[in-house]
């Protein structure tokens, strides 16, 4: 059964994306993410979507999106990758595990810093994930 996982971050166009994209990528399907914003800007910031392209695991489905949108999913897990994200993360169901794991953000910054965005989140996001559901 594949086990869902919602990365939220404040605005939906870092963070975020790169960890729905990363965890999309690694684990051969037993594992879906989506992710959202708690005030999604409504784009995907363009170095976030380069990095993702640069790996080869970019995929013209992600895009920013509202709460109301994932809402409706049942998830096994909640990931806030922003202080404000967990401060103002909604309420989910009882049996959904929330963890918080911050990165800083990278919007407004260089591409170098959306590739060391990318490998943080690779490296310590990843190993998390996979810990939860083994």
Known sequence: MT???LVLCTGNSCRSIIAE??????FDGK?????????????????????????KIWN????????????????DLVITVCENASQNCPVFPSNTQLIHIGFED??????????????QIKNRLLPLVKSIFE
């Open 3 to 5: 086990k869902k996982v």
């Open 106 to 119: 990278p919007y407004g910054q260089s591409y170098e810093a959306f590739e060391l965005c990318f490998e």
């Open 21 to 26: 994209a990363l965890i999309n990528s690694e």
């Open 31 to 55: 594992v879906k993410a989506y992710s959202s914003g708690v005030s999604a800007s409504g784009k995907v910031n363009p170095n976030a979507k380069k990095v993702l392209q640069s790996k």
């Open 60 to 75: 013209d489905d992600y895009h920013s999106k509202v709460l109301e949108e994932v809402m409706p999913i049942s998830f």
